[in-house]
């Protein structure tokens, strides 16, 4: 007779093995993006360049001119808040990668960890530098793709624990 409290082990598929993989790849590039900045970090270098940039002549469209004056908000607030940003960054890089791992080994809390940290993630600049046209692009495409990479392993939820 079988016994009826012994459950079959579940497989991983490989649909959600090859999601865990990208997402290693992807928070891990993340990860050493952000410890490379920190380990590096020198604020008064960082501000010469901003102000090297600060003083080239500003030729050519209004676009043009709108887009070097928000990328040089982007590099100010990276020079003051530059830390902050990167240390915040790490941290939800870590919890991605953490959460990915967890859902390798079919632990549906990793689920959940991993959206957390991918949403937090998505606003750690906006809100050091706010929302300017030199982001909005890359913050669209980067709300996609984290929209995205959700929605695939909710709908691999069934087979995590």
Known sequence: MENPFNEQPVKRTTFL???CILTFIGSGLGTLSSLNFLLT???E??????EEIAALPTKGSPFLKGFLSS???ILQASVEHGLTMYG???LFYLLSVTGAILMFRL???GFFLYACAQVALFFVTPYFTSFS?????SFVLSALLVLLFIILY???LKQMR
């Open 17 to 19: 093995t090859v999601l």
């Open 41 to 43: 970090y020198n604020p």
């Open 45 to 50: 270098t960082m501000a010469m360049q901003v």
């Open 71 to 73: 990328s040089l908000e």
């Open 88 to 90: 915040l960054s790490l």
């Open 107 to 109: 632990r549906r809390r």
């Open 133 to 137: 046209s030199v982001l909005l692009p």
């Open 154 to 156: 909710a709908l691999n």
